[in-house]
């Protein structure tokens, strides 16, 4: 949904020389990046707040409906197993759900009754039958005008994740709630690798768990709390540090289950120790501040912050 040029922001460190005997200092961020910072920052904003208003973000979810073993028919008509409530033709295709446990599912979209609707597409090419993909890095995409289809892969579950780009949530979109910018919030944490790295068991808000790499830990402080944060990788995302965390203001004026943070690659990689900028400022809702159809990542235990972090975005209000 988010171009990641957009998250990326280049933050560069301004290297304190070593003094011999001693620890090395934590390096202070560039000048000319702080200079730059306020309008690095807008512009990411206004790019996050356009990218939700497009034609295909989470704004236009309106369902996520389980799969069952066996045949699944799908479209807008009353005699549907899983009935779309929006404008959709009215019998889409016919989704199966075969094999049995252990052996992973074999996923299939078949021709409805008088063959697929005019203009029904798969992954951008006319409709056929045939198997299909639910990799959350490429699932396999079914579209007729507005409406898009994809088979994700939830547990040892699949479901269809339903999008409609006229959705009342997204022609309503009227922006996004915002901290006032705040550089005390831009700090410079210091990275900690894991030897070896370990897989972090991931909660979800629809009770599943995910396991996902965690690399190391980034140590900062803010208010004379020394505090932690512990980072995830997402598949295809390999440059990236995904936080996942919550704070104190989730009692009060940002989202209660959780906030998102990326950021670039410690200065020396992760598998050696360094620094790295976290800007707060950039925290952002997950999906499921927008939507009930979306199954977010929920914050590990030592993710959950004992101070409140007054920056980046508030909650979400229709």
């Known amino acids: 949904m988010i171009r990641r040029s957009a998250i990326l922001f280049a933050l560069t460190l301004a290297m304190v020389p070593a003094i011999p005997g001693r620890a090395q200092a934590a390096p202070q961020i560039a000048p000319d990046v702080v200079a730059r910072w306020p309008q690095d920052l807008a512009t990411w904003r206004a790019q996050r707040e356009h990218d939700l208003a497009g034609p295909a973000s989470w704004l236009t979810l309106v369902g996520l409906e389980w799969l069952k073993p066996g045949v699944n ?14 404008k959709a033709p009215d019998h889409i295709g016919l989704f199966t759900v075969s094999g049995k446990p252990p052996a992973p599912a074999l996923l299939q979209l078949l021709a409805p009754g008088g063959g697929f609707p005019p203009d029904l597409t798969i992954d951008g090419k006319p409709a056929r039958e045939g198997p299909l993909a639910a990799d959350d890095s490429k699932p396999s995409t079914i579209a007729w005008h507005g409406l898009t289809l994809a088979v994700l892969h939830r547990g040892n579950r ?9 959705s009342p949530t997204r022609t309503g979109f009227h922006g996004l709630n915002w901290y006032p910018p705040d550089p005390h919030f831009m700090v410079v944490a210091k990275w900690i690798p894991f030897t070896p790295p370990h897989i972090e068991k991931i909660p979800t808000v629809i009770g599943t768990t995910l396991d996902m790499p965690s690399p190391g830990v980034a140590e900062f402080t803010i208010d004379g709390k020394t ?67 979306a199954t977010c990542p929920l914050p590990p235990e030592q993710n959950r912050l004992p101070v409140a972090l007054e920056a980046g975005e508030k909650r979400y209000t229709p």
């Open 73 to 86: 028919s799908v479209g807008a008509a009353p005699d549907n197993q899983v009935r779309i409530h929006a």
């Open 158 to 166: 699949y479901a269809l994740r339903i999008k409609d780009a006229d």
């Open 227 to 293: 505090l932690r944060l512990e980072p995830v990788i997402e598949t295809g995302e390999e440059g990236i540090l995904f936080f996942i965390l919550k704070d104190e203001t989730s009692k009060t004026t940002t989202y209660e289950a959780a906030r998102f943070l990326h950021t670039g690659l410690p200065d020396h990689g992760v598998d050696q120790p360094g620094f790295l900028i976290l800007d707060f400022n950039r925290l952002e809702n997950p999906p499921c501040a927008y939507t009930p159809y």
